[in-house]
């Protein structure tokens, strides 16, 4: 009999310490652990940790507080993962008084940010002009551009494909494209930087831009131009 009101119990109490065990994963999955520059970091290497703290129209908010539990900072996101700065922020120092604040657009900061030191003095304001940053190219992206029949052996494939030597020789040698994918997946600054017969390269080139459109490279979840280098070994 007392065997039997221990199992009921414990079949009772079970969906409690489930639900307990799940909330407590939860929380934890909801955090971004970041190194002392706010980059993402290992938990046990982390100086910071950031989580979502609601809603403000379209836009998520995100609050950044030191491992020992301190708001360092916050603001609103474009992306519920608070990948994309975008509105205004705040950051603190360490006693809680504001550190600076201003806007940011699409990730960067833009505008006049005021700042002020521990004791909340003001000091010289930053002035930040985010659109030449939007034409930076990059060669290396968080996702990298995609050919859209797969991946850069599938691309190398298909180039030779559209390659044929006037002469009916076997065409031999390696030749060596750049371009940049846009951020509508076009492609454009095609160049040759490799490979000895000029006629050869220019079909090679031509190749390359018959496959537009690409899928983007991305950097915090929006678009980016990103610079390929593509060699083709015959």
């Given at each position: 009999?007392?065997?039997?009101?221990?199992?009921l119990?414990?079949?009772?109490?079970?969906?409690?310490?489930?639900?307990?065990?799940?909330?407590?994963?939860?929380?934890?999955?909801?955090?971004?652990?970041?190194?002392?520059?706010?980059?993402?970091?290992?938990?046990?290497?982390?100086?910071?940790?950031?989580?979502?703290?609601?809603k403000?129209?379209?836009?998520?908010?995100?609050?950044?507080?030191?491992?020992?539990?301190?708001?360092?900072?916050?603001g609103?996101?474009?992306?519920?993962?608070?990948?994309?700065?975008?509105?205004?922020?705040?950051?603190?120092?360490?006693?809680?008084?504001?550190?600076?604040?201003?806007?940011?657009?699409?990730?960067?900061?833009?505008?006049?940010?005021?700042?002020?030191?521990?004791?909340?003095?003001?000091?010289?304001?930053?002035?930040?002009?985010?659109?030449?940053?939007?034409?930076?190219?990059?060669?290396?992206?968080?996702?990298?551009?995609?050919?859209?029949?797969?991946?850069?052996?599938?691309?190398?494939?298909?180039?030779?494909?559209?390659?044929?030597s006037?002469?009916?020789?076997?065409?031999?040698?390696?030749?060596?494209?750049?371009?940049?994918?846009?951020?509508?997946?076009?492609?454009?600054?095609?160049?040759?930087?490799?490979?000895?017969?000029?006629?050869?390269?220019?079909?090679?080139?031509?190749?390359?831009?018959?496959?537009?459109?690409?899928?983007?490279?991305?950097?915090?979840?929006?678009?980016?131009?990103?610079?390929?280098?593509?060699?083709?070994?015959f």
């Amino acid at each position: 009999m007392k065997t039997y009101q221990f199992l009921l119990i414990a079949a009772m109490l079970a969906p409690i310490a489930s639900n307990c065990a799940f909330g407590q994963q939860d929380g934890q999955g909801g955090r971004q652990y970041l190194s002392e520059v706010l980059a993402p970091a290992p938990m046990k290497k982390a100086a910071y940790y950031r989580e979502l703290s609601g809603k403000e129209g379209e836009l998520f908010i995100g609050k950044t507080f030191t491992i020992g539990g301190k708001l360092k900072a916050e603001g609103t996101y474009k992306d519920e993962a608070l990948n994309l700065p975008h509105g205004h922020f705040t950051f603190y120092h360490t006693n809680g008084r504001v550190e600076s604040r201003g806007e940011y657009i699409d990730g960067n900061k833009a505008g006049v940010w005021e700042r002020f030191d521990a004791w909340g003095e003001p000091l010289a304001e930053k002035i930040y002009n985010p659109e030449p940053l939007a034409n930076i190219v990059y060669t290396r992206a968080q996702s990298m551009p995609q050919f859209k029949d797969g991946d850069e052996k599938a691309l190398v494939r298909y180039i030779k494909t559209r390659v044929e030597s006037e002469s009916n020789r076997r065409v031999k040698g390696t030749y060596t494209s750049t371009f940049i994918v846009e951020k509508d997946g076009t492609l454009s600054e095609l160049k040759m930087i490799e490979g000895q017969d000029e006629k050869i390269g220019e079909q090679v080139a031509g190749a390359i831009k018959s496959t537009e459109p690409w899928k983007p490279g991305e950097d915090k979840g929006q678009p980016v131009r990103v610079q390929m280098r593509v060699p083709v070994q015959f």
